[in-house]
């Protein structure tokens, strides 16, 4: 068959994923649920595990999505290994005579199966999909009511065979100078300038699931007009876990490699199997039964997994020197070298790893449109089935669609004792903090999410400081923002856990080979101090202030955050876990009027 287009491997876990409108080659399309995944991801080479990821999310394991193989000579590839997809919107617009219509009417498909063709303007002109659509937060989305909206002003309603045609007043761009008219029954051209108004069409949502093929009855939430390729026609809802011993250590992986034998046989039989899998990998026996039972261990405590115990468990591999050896043919894949902070940081950092090997599962396991929906790894089947979060599958599946990146970072862990000194000795934070702590309960209640966290004043030091240093890291090293990723670590003591605050900093890439360690270089102490100095240096002023210093944490809307603005603090979403929220400039340099000072000190004056 031939492709509708391409997209890559890592993009189908996030952004072009199941239900995200994707613009190809061809046209407009919709990437289909996972039941019309299963013939191409059955192959046993793209099955993937994280035991730690599966445990939080109800799986047995992940699926990489499937990398269709191409036919040499031609564009065609096999028809097995690839991603189905849907046709949506399924209404589309002449370029030439601007008629409006779908698939038979009145427009056909065209010779290679995928573009449609005008049939009044010939069959050399091939239509483009229109741009709204009608969404609502809960993931339904729907075609916009073309027909509807152009006799909703006709006393005699829509007529039997509508001519639908886009008009534009040529006054301007402005969406009030287009309008659609029917020129079948002659009602007048109604104007597309209220389109996006609340309650302009349906207040009853509809709850159609093209990538599903079906209809969900009894949604409550308001449909939204939206435009097709807006930022907010989807939000994935992407959990993720860094492979960290035991999970990542050689050993481990020979486990996970064989257990489909291994979880099938009975208990008696099982040293015998691992005995000759340890003569077949050339491996001391003993070494697999304690990794077997590591993974036994792992399985049984499946309910007990949470994402800030995960987050613990990882903040304590990042805190601790490891260099674990091949074995059997298999590579460890978390390296990390500790290292001592350079003297002029000691001060603000008891902590710095050399991550030079690490390895990143991201599951997808939902989405949401209109609004991004904030939900711990724990909790996401749950708001599934609430419908709180779109479904990937009408029912649920043992397994969900991932992609693995390999690479390289640099971890900083904050010294505890001098972020509470500094919260002692600055007692007007409290009052910022708590500002920016309401505006963000409010707005999960109004949009019906329960927080699994409090917004404090060392997760603002500790966000804001990771997104000062990637964009710091892009400027002075070479990478690009978008190709840095941060990795937070940030809780109150609870319990067995003692409090984190630290970030991770990292790259990588879906390659089995990962990055090639510039950035682990760069907790070479010489060059570190420099790169964390110069990052202060250029918190200190902003190309909005005084406007953005003095920016009254209050009014941040939805954003969230205190002093931040797109010329000192935010990144693209990409790689920020929080959606470039919860982030303010002065809790590393201090406020304009000098009320409090900042964790690395106060402001340099004109």
Known sequence: ??????????????????????????????????????????????????ARLQAQLGVTH??????????????LVEEKPTVPAVRFPLWHECPKCHRIGTEGSPFELAADG?????????????????????????????????????????????????????????KSAALADLSVVCKACGAPPVSLGDAFSPGSVNSVCGGSRPW????????????????????????????????????SDAAFQIIEENWLTLGAVAAEAVTPVLESIAAHF???CEILTAAYREKIKLDGG????????????????????????????????????????????????????????????????????????PVSAERIAHEVTEGNIAPLSKT?????????????????????????????????IKARVAALESRSAAIAAERGYTRDYTITAPLLLVHSFAHALIRQISIDCGYSSSALRERLYVAEPKGDHAAMNGLLVYTGSPD??????????????????????????????CGSDPVCLEGDPRQSGDRISGAACHCCLLVPETSCEKFNRELDRTMLVGDADGRWQGYFGTREQD
């Open 212 to 247: 599903l093929y079906d209809r969900q009855s009894g949604c409550d939430a308001m449909p939204r007009v939206i435009q097709r390729g807006a930022s907010n026609a989807y939000f994935p809802v992407v959990a993720s876990a860094l492979s960290i011993p035991p999970v």
């Open 396 to 428: 649920p599946r043992s397994w969900l669609p991932a992609a693995e990146i390999r690479g390289e970072g640099i971890f900083l862990r904050f010294r505890a004792e001098a972020i509470a000194r500094w919260l002692k000795d600055n007692p007007a």
């Open 114 to 170: 995928s573009r449609l063709n005008c049939t009044a303007c010939g069959k050399s002109v091939n239509t483009n999909p229109v741009r709204f659509v009608v969404a609502c937060r809960k993931g339904h989305i729907d075609e916009f009511p073309w027909e509807w909206w152009a006799h909703r002003n006709h006393k005699a309603g829509i007529c039997k065979r509508p001519g639908l045609y886009l008009q534009s007043m040529g």
């Open 282 to 284: 050339d491996v001391a």
């Open 512 to 541: 089995s080979e990962g990055s090639l360690g510039g950035l682990v270089r760069l907790a070479d102490p010489a060059q570190l101090e420099r790169i964390v100095q110069q990052t202060i240096r250029s918190s200190q002023w």
């Open 1 to 50: 068959m031939e492709p509708l287009g391409t997209v890559r491997r890592s993009q189908l876990v996030s952004t072009y994923s199941i239900g995200a409108i994707i613009d190809l080659e061809k046209g407009s399309f919709m990437p289909m649920g996972l039941e019309d995944w299963e013939g191409a991801t059955r192959q046993f080479s793209l099955t993937i595990s994280e």
């Open 62 to 75: 992940f699926r990489l999505p499937p990398v269709a193989a191409a036919i040499p000579g031609t564009r």
């Open 302 to 373: 499946a309910d007990q997994y949470t994402d800030s115990g995960s987050r613990a468990e990882e903040y304590a591999a990042l805190s601790s020197d490891r260099h674990d050896q091949p074995l059997g043919g298999h590579v460890p894949q978390f390296q990390n070298t500790v290292l001592d902070p350079p003297a002029a940081l000691a001060g603000w950092f008891d902590v710095i790893g050399a991550v030079s090997r690490l390895r990143e599962v991201r599951a997808l396991a939902g989405f949401s449109r209109i609004e991004p929906y």
